[in-house]
């Protein structure tokens, strides 16, 4: 009996430990794609002989534009995301299904597709939508010399919910960002420059996780501070409040 | 044999009434009297984190009719209840007939957490 009352107390202590799972999903996109055909068809066609002449001539056009919404999920920036929670041990990561193009449902419907059960066994999902993405590319000329700078700038900023697959209850909302830069100094000989974009790619993903992890920290505990207080600028321990011992 | 037994009876009541361990968390359980510690009371002591450092302001009042003078340092204790920094040397406070002081105390470094303030007269 007391053997038993152990191993249930014991199961108990892992059940509490055991860190919540938690599910990402990719950054949730919505895009216009618009359509414009032009069609134009002509033809002249004439005939003449000594005693008459016949000519006939069509012309048509066809004019359309159509544009559609095309909703899907950015895959490329989730990766550092996970990294990040994992390394700060507070959650266990759970696969959801990954929004394709055959989904039916609206990507941005996102309770139900916690009720379809795109994120079976998570406790929580980590729900993305993109907000911006800007790819910038320009070239500066450098004071005083031949030389010019290429810049290569990605940009991307994201709107983060932490929502509760039980209760629906948002635990933590954010919007992240995430920069990144590749420069190069280029000459006028050089006939053609080409950035790394991959390495860009690489540096916004990163920059997005860590400052998901960051403001989930924030929000979740641990280095939370409440807004009206001044933040921290050394590593002293917060103030308390007095007490008195009598 | 009355006598003895009676006299164990004493030695148990007595044994009863010896003062209980100060509550943890109390002022008393702040103070280690080194020794003799007289004519001095030990009143309400008000702890907080102040720019980050530990402060202490303890109450002390001379209870008698004559100047009194004792001898303090405070401890500073980590969260793991260990000393934190170098030990402080002791210090010297005299108080007249009746007067009440307070004495405050910064912690010399963040690290602290608890504190106890050792005590004696001479």
Known sequence: ?246 | MRHFILGALALIFLAGCATPPPEPGSAASKVVVMGKFKGIAVGAIRVARENGFLTAKVQLSNITSSNQMMYYRFAWLGADGFPVGDEETWKVLNLYANQATFLPAIANLPQAADFRLEVKTP
């Open chain 1, 1 to 246: 009996m007391r053997l038993w009352i152990g191993i249930i107390g014991l199961l108990c202590t892992f059940g509490a430990w055991a860190a919540p799972k938690i599910a990402v999903t990719d950054l949730a996109y919505e895009a216009r794609v618009e359509e414009y055909i032009h069609a134009v068809s002509a033809s002249n066609n004439f005939q003449a002989s000594a005693y008459n002449a016949s000519g006939a001539s069509s012309y048509s056009e066809f004019e359309s534009r159509s544009s559609y919404i095309e909703q899907g999920e950015l895959r490329k920036f989730s990766g550092d995301i996970k990294g990040e929670i994992l390394k700060s041990r507070q959650f266990q990561l759970v696969q959801g299904t990954p929004y394709t193009s055959e989904a039916k449902g609206d990507v941005y419907d996102v309770i139900k597709r916690i009720k379809a059960g795109h994120f079976k066994g998570a406790d929580y999902v980590l729900f993305g939508t993109l907000s911006d993405i800007d790819f910038t590319r320009d070239i500066n000329a450098l004071d005083h010399t031949s030389s010019y700078s290429a810049v290569l700038g990605l940009s991307v900023v994201a709107d983060f919910s932490l929502i509760n697959t039980r209760t629906y209850e948002i635990t933590s909302a954010f919007t992240a960002m995430g920069e990144g830069q590749d420069t190069k100094l280029v000459s006028s000989r050089d006939v053609r420059v080409n950035l790394n974009r991959p390495r860009v790619v690489r540096e916004v993903s990163k920059a997005l996780g860590e400052d998901v992890a960051r403001q989930l920290q924030e929000q979740l505990g641990g280095g939370y501070q409440e807004p009206g207080q001044p933040a921290l600028r050394n590593n002293l321990p917060r103030d308390e409040a007095p007490k008195i011992l009598r």
